[in-house]
């Protein structure tokens, strides 16, 4: 198992300097925001921490449509005015 782990950070890492994977910082504002549609849509929807970070980072970098698996996050992201798939 460790030597699996291994060969995935090594391939994300290849990726990465391939230009197919790009780091940002968080934007300024996305705690604030995160917690806020936490507040407003925890009991709601669901939804936990982490969940409301990636809308509110999406939301942030003015992100055109936001991707996920994720029912919950998907809610929120169209609670908030994104299209999500």
């Known amino acids: ?4 782990a291994l060969a995935i950070d090594a391939l994300f890492l290849s990726d990465q300097a391939a ?4 780091t940002v910082d968080l934007p300024d504002n996305a705690f604030e ?4 549609m936490a507040r407003k849509y925890g009991a709601t ?3 936990r921490t982490l969940d ?5 980072c999406a ?10 698996f994720d029912e ?14």
């Not at 198992?1 to 699996?4: D, G, H, K, L, V």
């Not at 919950?72 to 798939?85: M, T, V």
């Open 72 to 85: 919950r996050q998907a809610k929120l992201a169209k609670a908030q005015g994104l299209k999500a798939s």
């Open 33 to 36: 925001i995160c917690a806020g």
């Open 52 to 56: 409301s970070l990636h809308v509110a």
């Open 59 to 68: 939301l942030e970098l003015k992100a055109g449509r936001f991707w996920t």
């Open 19 to 22: 230009g197919l994977w790009q």
């Open 1 to 4: 198992m460790p030597q699996q």
């Open 45 to 47: 929807i669901g939804v």
